[in-house]
T-cell receptor
Framework: QQQVKQSPQSLIVQKGGISIINCAYE??????FPWYQQFPGKGPALLIA?????SEKKEGRFTISFNKSAKQFSLHIMDSQPGDSATYFC??????????????FGSGTQLTVLP | EPEVTQTPSHQVTQMGQEVILRCVPI?????FYWYRQILGQKVEFLVS????????KSEIFDDQFSVERPDGSNFTLKIRSTKLEDSAMYFC??????????????????FGPGTRLTVL
């Protein structure tokens, strides 16, 4: 029940196209849904995050769409650029003791944006 | 911009040896985490640490693992007797205390660049 399922495993998009990555979760106690971007040899870096009280959040070219009833959320990257080529992880968490949050990660999507 | 740092970047050890992975979290943060990522797989939670004690730990974090905040800046992960399957990238993360009525700052975890542990 703690799993977060992510798809696709890999994605190839032309420059200027839209990249869409999907995640689904089971645990209804999850109340925080971040997306992380990871470049080779680097740690994950927070890209954008959403809480379940809103259905969409947009920051620049990045948008999270959230469907609470379906227990799904997705990342949309508009006008994809070669510099966006990285591995993207969705994650979810719920508050535990002391306000520390255990992040449960999806399996990752390797995005390649062709020039 | 403040960042989480980790040392060493790469640690090679023999099976059965003890290793200590070191992290310096962002200075005003109060919540600390260790995650690991086996090559090609997803990032997995190991342990969270708050107020000088373990807040939560996963089933991966067995008796071979321990964490410590030996001083005001470092946060360490010790693996007492390494196994081949401990080979992975280990990430430290930290998050800030939340404001009263606004937990947003606590939600964001900042990750370090990782330590690649290779057990031979």
């Amino acid at each position: 029940q703690q799993q977060v399922k992510q798809s696709p495993q890999s994605l190839i998009v032309q420059k200027g196209g839209i990249s869409i990555i999907n995640c689904a979760y089971e645990n209804t106690a999850f109340d925080y849904f971040p997306w992380y971007q990871q470049f080779p040899g680097k740690g994950p870096a927070l890209l954008i995050a959403i809480r379940p009280d809103v259905s969409e959040k947009k920051e620049g070219r990045f948008t999270i769409s959230f469907n609470k009833s379906a227990k799904q959320f997705s990342l949309h990257i508009m006008d994809s650029q070669p510099g966006d080529s990285a591995t993207y992880f969705c994650a979810a968490s719920n508050r535990s003791s002391g306000s520390a949050r255990q992040l449960t990660f999806g399996s990752g999507t390797q995005l390649t944006v062709l020039p | 911009e403040p960042e989480v740092t980790q040392t060493p970047s790469h640690q090679v050890t023999q099976m059965g040896q003890e290793v200590i992975l070191r992290c310096v979290p962002i200075s005003n943060h109060l919540y600390f985490y260790w995650y690991r990522q086996i090559l090609g797989q997803k990032v997995e939670f190991l342990v969270s640490f708050y107020n000088n004690e373990i807040s939560e730990k996963s089933e991966i974090f067995d008796d071979q693992f321990s964490v410590e905040r030996p001083d005001g800046s470092n946060f360490t992960l010790k693996i007492r007797s390494t196994k081949l399957e401990d080979s992975a990238m280990y990430f430290c993360a930290s998050s800030a205390p939340g404001l009263a009525g606004g937990p947003t700052r606590t939600d964001t975890q900042y990750f370090g660049p990782g330590t690649r542990l290779t057990v031979l």
